[in-house]
């Protein structure tokens, strides 16, 4: 009857320690506690990003300890002013806004340390398809630009200088909307063409 008595024991004892070792297995890893918070505010949602959205969606952030929340922006100096005021850790932006801020002497200024892409992601968007597309088409033309001073719209105005164009004489380019909404202006206005 001991013997009994003392298997009962036993088993018992190994479900208990069985159970208590399968059960650690739910609790969080104690990297999951310790994760770093980073705030990231991008100038908009993009394709360009696309291995960004990847990282965060496989969780490569979360293995390299970082609880990464990513926030739109919309446009570059408002990043600039979420980054400046501490709402966020990192900004991804043109360079552009970096430097406005440089230069208007603030003592907080942000610093440039990556290239996020390598080349400029903007498209020129016509109302109509034309096969015999030049750049002189563009001369007489209303164009939704972007802001004044913004990255989208000093890459079009180099493209413009670099096809013999002046963007200030030879076309209208409207840059009252932000560049985030120009898609949308360009469906109820009467602009020839839209930079995107």
């Known amino acids: 009857m001991k013997k009994k008595a003392i298997k009962k024991v036993s088993a018992l004892t190994l479900c208990a320690v069985l159970s208590a070792v399968s059960l650690t297995g739910c609790q969080p890893k104690a990297s999951d506690t310790s994760l770093t918070p980073v705030?990231?505010?991008?100038?908009?949602?993009?394709?360009?990003?696309?291995?960004?959205?990847?990282?965060?969606?496989?969780?490569?952030?979360?293995?390299?300890?970082?609880?990464?929340?990513?926030?739109?922006?919309?446009?570059?100096?408002?990043?600039?002013?979420?980054?400046?005021?501490?709402?966020?850790?990192?900004?991804?932006?043109?360079?552009?806004?970096s430097i406005y801020t440089y230069a208007g002497g603030a003592e907080d200024y942000a610093v440039n340390f990556a290239q996020l892409t390598q080349r400029a992601g903007n498209f020129l968007v016509a109302r109509e398809p034309d096969a015999d597309f030049t750049w002189d088409k563009l001369k007489g033309s209303?164009?939704?630009?972007?802001?004044?001073?913004?990255?989208?719209?000093?890459?079009?105005?180099?493209?413009?200088?670099?096809?013999?164009?002046?963007?200030?004489?030879?076309?209208?380019?409207?840059?009252?909307?932000?560049?985030?909404?120009?898609?949308?202006?360009?469906?109820?206005?009467?602009?020839?063409?839209?930079?995107?």
């Open 39 to 97: 705030t990231l505010n991008e100038v908009a949602h993009s394709i360009f990003y696309a291995p960004q959205y990847a990282a965060i969606e496989l969780g490569y952030f979360k293995e390299e300890g970082i609880d990464l929340t990513l926030i739109n922006g919309a446009g570059a100096d408002k990043v600039m002013t979420a980054l400046v005021s501490g709402d966020a850790d990192i900004g991804f932006m043109g360079s552009e806004a």
């Open 142 to 196: 209303k164009v939704l630009g972007g802001r004044a001073g913004g990255m989208p719209q000093m890459v079009f105005e180099y493209i413009l200088k670099k096809n013999g164009i002046d963007p200030k004489l030879d076309l209208n380019i409207d840059q009252s909307i932000s560049f985030g909404l120009t898609a949308a202006a360009f469906t109820s206005d009467d602009s020839d063409y839209t930079v995107e």
